[in-house]
């Protein structure tokens, strides 16, 4: 019995290791708990700026093909802005889904509140038909999705501490587009840019934050 | 069962477990090379999709991942990102005794003209291809669209 107990045990802790060593490599690569400290609840995702963003005047067109004036439309409402396109298979998609998984969470009142605004930094290909189909996929129908001139949309951008480069078309035909470096949110107080979040905030992040931005306070 | 049996037994499925938690190259002579943590996370559209995994060489040989082929996709490219701009990648260096990261927010696998949008809880199956290593087959579990190891 002792003998048949022992090497059952010797059994499971021969499979746990051989697991582990393959588990243990894999939290080699990234995610090693000292890493996960920096990245992780204990520091804030959000970057409340000393010097907030006057909202700038931009005018654009959205996904239904009508004119969008961001000032007059977001006036008085908490608002979420961030750059990005549709042929972006990592970083525009997670960042969006982010926002939306918190957003869904919100309360309806806050939900009414809350302006989530997408920008194309390729307007040429995001038309509003495309930008319509991807936001409902990445984000949530109730999102904006806004395109116009490129110029006009760069200019928007710098003015709100992001910089974004027309899109350029590769020898081998491939466009290389490029998106915004951080989600700017805008007070519904003050109607300026007052909060940054990068492009690695996670879910939880915005989970925890967007009720605060939602009362224009600081995250 | 005698011991010797039971010993036999516990060694045949110590060997599974191996087999079933890393795919190991088959290389012919090259350097050793596995595959980890592989993952798609769902796209949001039907157009596109990106694919992440780990890339071990346990051998003093430095190898390259030179193409990506997929069944579900037409086209299956390496995306390297810099900034916040991606551009495909000729390859991507798997160091002798290190490893080729894809992660999020980094260089990647993108795939086009999908077949079929996959689904979280499919499986994707992609080949990987070396310039010295022999091809190793990955199976990339689909994962929800936020999914992010690193933040996990």
Redesign the interface.
Known sequence: MLKKNALAVALVATAALTLSSCAGDTADSGSSPVSDVSAGTDEKAATVLDRPFEKPDLVLTDTHGKKYDLRERTKGKPTLVYFGYTNCPDVCPLTMSNIAIAYKKLPQADRDKLQVVFVTTDPERDTPEALGKWLKGAGDPSFTGLTGDFPAIQAGARRMGIGIDPPKKEKDGSVVSMHGAQVIAFSPKTDAGYVLYSDDTTADDYIEDLPELVEGKNP | MN?RT??AT?AA??AG??LA??STGSGSGGPALKV??AFM?E???D????GFL?V?NDSGTADRLTSVTSDIAGEVTI?R?T??????AESFDVPADG?L?L???GN?L??MELRKKPEQGDTVSVELHFEKAGPIRAELPVKE??H?????
Do not use: S
């Not at chain 2, 157009?47 to 990106?50: F, K, L, N, P, T």
């Open positions: 011991r039971i010993l516990a499925l110590t477990l191996v938690g890393c980890e943590g996370p796209p949001v559209t157009d596109m999709a990106a780990t071990k995306h990102t900034g916040q701009k991606m551009r495909e490893e990261n992660e999020r927010g990647h993108m795939f669209t936020t992010n190891p690193d933040k996990q």
